[in-house]
């Protein structure tokens, strides 16, 4: 393999302009570098695989982090990376209340995989291994634990809920909400959170032993035994994942779950249920068929009846063999004599609940009223042989045993004797957890049912129900204990009733002494079936309940946590700077039009378009026009007379973008961007007349209206003061917000904010509004060249075709989805640092006026090399996110620059040399910009057209130029 | 109080020293302005003050440094002849500053866009204070 070395950093060659530094450390994917070897000496002459190596560490990263050829360091993200970080809601869910987990105290409990949980404080030192539950609106399932740290004492408050759920957090932590996360701080009583009230039990470490062994299978063909092998389930140990995983497949076969044709297993159950047993049935390495649906009728006491049966099989004879190995033995189950398995006594208590609590998602009837406010006993039942009833009972009295050493109560077993079945005589079994509302509620928040979507989400309802009776019979005694010694102390009945919100009767009962035991709920209380009515359970087994307190619990150590819910993501702030991106507008003039009026030309554009610092902008702005324009875009624009409509059909997102919130912008960046509407800035900012001098694509060039000789004018800029504020505000709050995620990153200027978040939400909506600032800023640009050529040239823009061929932002991040590693597609924020979106033909993005040909590419090169146009190349999508390469990036300092270059030498050899004409407000800017102390742009564009990602349409070279 | 600015491929370093906390900060400014600016007039311009708090040092750099840009753009000025009084209460730091405001039109002035926190050092050294900061041109 050729491998290239880099100061410490080797990287892989994966084919011709392809590099990779393979994933290690905490680096969450690989990198890569596209670059030929020259380019890649200069990549590695400063710091930027170091960066683009640590830009790997953010979680969420997909597929690899990736270097254009033009890459150069950066602030955190080197220049020239492209990322893409997944969006999908990422968090973990204590057991009461909540949703993201930050700053929590050590004793918050919280949920982990496989039913069980933990103090927060027990995962220090262990979260690597651990998985917590990740609730995010549609499911509640596992995810790794990437970050895991203990910051100093923080003030905590303790948050009560209607039922009693309580939960400490700092003031920033959020809480999911109908408006959305919304940080305690910003929660009073009486607002609607939403609560987890499954709460698991809590993990212990099992002791190890083997489960099975080679010898357990030594009548099977060894073939089997290889396949058993090869999927690491043999020997199979106690403290295995994989056997966990079959605990839950085990419990639910005993249940709905049978032996078909030869090799076959059967499981039965609604399709939602399926896809969850699915999934383990994968865990252990085997491959579940699709869900079969039909049809069946039944008859049930002389009526007939449809009902559609959807199952699903595996073929595996392993997989067959594996499952009666484990307890659940071939024939039919009514005399086949199984009862629990034999290791079952030697498991924690967490392990044997995967295995009930499977069983009881399959057998046990679901949660539901006896009598209005009383719930009924849920059973299992089961029917056996007389032969092999012993078997049976053994099973249940083993159940009783589990159940009674976790606190919850049982019925004795009852037995009862049935119609016989046609070959033998059977007994039926009977198995009730006793319903008192304590005892249920222990068996609901703590086993419950597993697999079964809809018994799941009852049982949180009932959960819920019980805790609320509880409290309200709590209140009742309290009552009726104060109403006693109140009359105990000679207080008149009447004036004891006005005391309380209840009626009076019950007053009379607590003074009188009639009631025995405890007091009822009361008649205005709901009955269950009435209860379940009223509320909804989210598909993540969260339901709704009220903040009812709030109270300071004083300072204390918290942890800040972060899990990686298949990539936990991040929108990652120091990434994104000032927006800024090009365009190109046509004309229908040629170089013969333009050759002897340069000058002329270059004064009046530099005199006509605000550059520099402190030089106003085109629109002398109000804060209106700034809120009306981080809101609309190009269609403020349009709306004042700056643009017309095809302006808007040929820019990215047609110059609006949507996810735009002006709300999130604080008032300083407002405030500066109020006097730069229509400004060029300075720096690497500018404003060139060129001519097109080469066309290597002649097809593609007459899509885009590109001809060899042609007049065109680049404009580089991107949203001023404004954008950079808004980027300084959110580095500054992320830093504040999510110190301990911020220090687990190799780099403080990564600051990233966990999607999900409402800093990321609110970042996002930020960053959207100034990406439409900076549209305008280029088209108020564009209005002021129009206006310059008519008069220079006499002639209506409209005359002169002065058409916009595109505009496209080189710095930003965006939602868009593609595929990532297996295939799979998702959505990302795909991160655009110095890096050019280059979508090929067919992406839904692409205004109808590209969707045929590809998106124009436009590469702003040096003052003496030129530009490019490209257009989105078909490879792009595969390689870098749809991304190229957005320049040449810098060789020189700029301090080196001018100590090497005066700016009026620079000017002059320009124009003798090159017929450039330069106007700049600074000579130092004009040296610091000098066409050496850039990288060869041909290099890179040349790289990007050989790897397919940009292909190359067009040359321009420069002939007028004005800077800052 | 003393600055020089420090070479940087892609952007601009100011180096700084001070006796006080105030006297670096101050001097940070000034190089910044420096970057900004290659002839800085002696006189012109009417002096403001401002004051900007933050949770620790680093950050009341980061801040003040971003002030002052700020107050750049929004008043049109550039901010030279800085000086500065940082203080610490109860876990907050302060500083109350000041600085001559040299009307932009009137310099040959150019942009910074913004402060990072790239590299940078505020340390505190046997004759003072020491600081390094990367702007971002």
Not at chain 1, 558 to 566: A, F, L
Not at chain 1, 648 to 675: F, I, M, T, W, Y
Not at chain 1, 823 to 838: C, D, N, Q, Y
Not at chain 1, 931 to 940: A, F, I, R
Request: charged letters at 30%; hydrophobic letters at 35%.
């Amino acid at each position: 393999m050729t491998t290239y070395d880099a100061d410490g950093i080797t990287l892989e060659k994966v084919r011709d302009y392809v590099w990779e530094i393979p994933q290690e450390g905490g680096m969450n994917r690989p990198a890569r570098v596209l670059a030929s070897e020259d380019l890649l000496d200069e990549i590695s002459d400063d710091k930027t695989l170091q960066q683009l190596k640590n830009a790997t560490h953010l979680p969420g990263v997909r597929k690899y982090a990736v270097c254009m050829p033009d890459g150069h360091q950066g602030y955190g993200f080197p220049v020239g990376g492209v990322a893409g970080i997944d969006t999908e809601n990422g968090c973990i869910s204590p057991g009461a209340v909540g949703y993201d987990i930050n700053c929590l105290p050590g004793g918050t409990e919280v949920r982990l995989s496989f039913g069980r949980r933990t103090e927060l404080r027990n995962l220090e030192g262990r979260f690597e291994e651990e998985q917590a539950m990740v609730a995010d609106g549609d499911d509640l399932v596992p995810s790794d634990i990437r970050l895991f740290t203990q910051s100093e004492e923080k003030p905590v408050y303790e948050v009560e809920t209607a039922t009693g759920h309580r939960i400490e957090a700092t003031g920033d932590h959020p809480f999911r909400t109908p408006e959305g996360m919304t940080e305690l701080d910003d929660l009073s009583t009486g607002d609607e959170v939403r609560v987890q009230p499954f709460e698991g039990i809590d993990h212990e470490e099992p002791s190890e032993f083997t489960v099975l062994t080679k010898e357990d299978f030594e009548d099977e063909n060894p073939q089997l035994v290889r396949v058993l092998e090869d999927r690491d389930v043999l020997p199979l140990s106690s403290t295995d994942d994989e056997f966990n995983h079959l605990l839950k497949i085990l419990g639910f076969f005993l249940g709905d779950g049978s032996y078909g044709g030869p090799g076959q297993v059967w499981f039965y159950a609604e399709p939602e249920d399926l896809k969850a047993v699915r999934s383990d049935v994968r865990e252990v390495g085997f491959k579940p068929s699709k869900i079969y649906e039909r049809d069946r009728s039944h008859e049930v006491n002389g009526n007939e009846f449809e009902r559609t049966e959807y199952s699903f099989k595996t073929t595996s004879k392993a997989f067959r063999r594996l499952l009666v190995a484990l307890g659940a033995p071939e024939g039919p189950k009514v005399e086949s004599g199984y009862s629990s398995p034999e290791f079952l006594d030697r498991l924690t208590d967490w392990q044997r609940a995967l295995f009930y609590s499977a069983y009881f998602g399959a057998e046990m009837n679901e949660p539901s009223a006896q009598h209005d406010k009383n719930l009924y006993c849920p059973k299992v039942s089961q029917t056996r042989t007389v032969g092999t009833a012993e078997d049976g009972f053994q099973f249940y009295d083993d159940m009783r045993e589990f159940l009674g050493s976790l606190g919850i109560e049982t019925n004795e077993i009852e037995r009862f004797e049935t119609d016989s079945n046609s070959k033998h005589d059977t007994v039926r079994l009977r198995l009730g957890v006793k319903n008192d509302s304590k005892n249920l509620l222990r068996f609901f928040s703590q086993v419950g049912y597993r697999y079964n979507q809809k018994k799941r989400r009852r049982s949180v309802k009932a959960i819920q129900y019980l805790r609320t009776k509880e409290r309200e019979i709590e209140r009742r005694e309290e009552i009726a204990s104060e109403a006693q010694t109140l009359a105990d102390g000679g207080s008149e009945p009447g004036d004891i009733k006005a005391e309380y919100d209840i009626n009076g009767r019950f007053v009379e009962r607590s003074i009188w002494g009639g009631r025995d035991g405890r007091p009822r709920p009361g008649k205005a209380f709901p009955g269950f079936e009435e209860y379940c009515e009223q509320v909804e359970v989210g598909d993540d087994l969260a339901i709704p309940d009220e903040v009812v307190a709030i109270d300071p619990a004083g300072r204390k150590e918290v942890y800040d946590i972060g899990v990686s819910h298949e990539a936990h993501n991040f929108v990652a702030n120091g990434f994104v700077v000032s927006n800024c991106g090009v365009r190109m507008m046509k004309t229908n003039l040629t170089y013969d039009d333009v050759q002897g009026r340069e000058e002329e030309l270059v004064d009046a554009l530099f005199a006509n378009v605000p550059s520099g610092l402190g030089g106003g902008g085109v629109h002398e702005g109000t804060a209106d026009d700034v809120e009306a324009i981080l809101d609309r875009g190009m269609e403020w624009a349009l709306e004042n007379g700056y643009a017309v409509p095809e302006d808007l059909e040929h820019c990215e997102d047609e110059g609006v973008r949507p996810d735009s919130d002006p709300s999130r912008v604080s008032q300083k960046a407002k405030d500066r961007g109020k006097n730069q509407i229509g400004s060029l800035g300075s720096g690497n900012h500018f404003l060139e007349v060129q001519r097109v001098t080469d066309v290597y694509r002649d097809d593609v060039a007459a899509e885009f209206g590109l001809s060899e000789d042609q007049i065109v004018v680049l404009i580089h800029c991107g949203s001023r003061g404004l954008g950079h504020q808004v980027c300084t505000d959110y580095l500054r709050e992320i830093e504040q917000t999510h110190a301990g995620l911020l220090q687990q990153l190799p780099d403080k200027e990564l600051a990233a904010a966990p999607a999900g978040s409402q800093l990321a939400e609110d970042y996002y909506g930020a960053m959207c509004a100034a990406i439409n600032f900076a549209w305008v800023n280029r088209q108020l640009i564009m209005h002021q060249v129009r206006q310059v050529f008519e008069k220079v040239f006499d002639r209506s823009h409209t005359e002169m075709e002065m058409d916009l061929l595109y505009d496209v932002a080189h710095n930003i991040a965006k939602k868009e989805t593609h595929e990532v590693e297996d295939g799979e597609e998702r959505e990302l924020f795909v991160h655009r640092k110095g890096a050019t979106r280059a979508f090929p033909a067919g992406r839904p993005e692409l205004p109808p006026a590209y969707s045929d040909v590809g998106q124009p590419i436009i590469i702003p090169g040096s003052m003496g090399a030129g530009s490019y146009v490209l257009r989105g190349g078909e490879q792009s999508l595969s390689e870098t996110f749809g991304s190229t390469a957005h320049g040449a990036g810098r060789l020189m300092s700029r301090t080196q620059a001018k100590q090497e270059f005066w700016g009026g030498d620079v000017q002059d050899d320009l124009r003798e040399q090159d017929h450039v004409y330069v106007k700049a407000q600074s000579g130092a800017t004009v040296a610091e910009e000098a066409p050496g102390v850039y990288k060869d742009v041909d290099e890179v564009v040349r790289v990007s057209d050989a790897l397919g990602i940009g292909d190359r349409v067009a040359r321009t070279f420069p002939v007028c130029n004005i800077k800052g | 109080m003393s600055f020089d600015l420090r070479e940087h491929t892609a952007d601009v370093a100011v180096e700084a020293t001070g006796e006080s906390l105030g006297e670096v900060f101050g001097a940070v400014a000034d190089g910044m302005a420096a970057a900004m600016c290659d002839e800085i007039p002696a006189e012109g311009g009417e002096r403001f003050e401002t004051t900007v708090a933050a949770e620790n040092r680093e950050a009341l750099l980061f801040d003040y440094l971003d002030e002052l840009i700020y107050e750049r753009d929004v008043r049109g000025v550039l901010p030279v002849d800085n000086e500065a009084a940082v203080g610490e209460a109860e876990g907050e730091w302060r500083v109350d500053c000041s600085a001559r405001g040299i009307p932009l039109d009137s310099v040959d002035a150019r942009d910074l866009k913004a402060v990072t926190y790239s590299e940078m050092d505020l340390s505190e050294t046997d004759d003072g204070w020491h600081a390094y900061v990367v702007f971002d041109v």
